[in-house]
Nanobody, 123 residues
């Protein structure tokens, strides 16, 4: 079955940066879009961006310019580089694999999810 394992989260001061990784197995990684979501305490899970199988990336307006998504198909890994972190970025970050080649933002299009990695930003 599909397994997604996130890593790279932690406690960071405001203004800092992090790179999250998501290692995938059990699927033909290069054939599917991948996405990152986040969920803050008491809030709904939020799509922040993703990358299609062809490498086209998208990030939401709220994080555009600070979040960069990339993938390495040779390593079956997708990355989320986060710059200029602020306390509002504090959340559990999840990667998800799509059932499609193209990127969408609907949770329904992502049948497989990682366990999440916690990002905490101190002010």
């Amino acid at each position: 079955q599909v397994q997604l394992v996130e890593s790279g989260g932690g406690l960071v001061q405001a203004g800092g940066s992090l790179r999250l990784s998501c290692a995938a197995s059990g699927l033909t990684f290069s054939s599917y879009a991948m996405a990152w979501f986040r969920q803050a305490p008491g809030k709904e899970r939020e799509f922040v961006g993703g990358i299609s199988s062809g490498g086209h990336t998208y990030s939401t307006d709220s994080v555009k310019g600070r979040f960069t998504i990339s993938r390495d198909n040779a390593k079956n890994t997708v990355y989320l580089q986060i710059e200029s972190l602020n306390p509002e970025d504090t959340a559990t970050y999840y990667c998800a694999s799509s059932r499609l080649k193209t990127l969408t933002s609907s949770v329904a299009d992502f049948p497989s999810w990682g366990q999440g990695t916690q990002v905490t930003v101190s002010s």
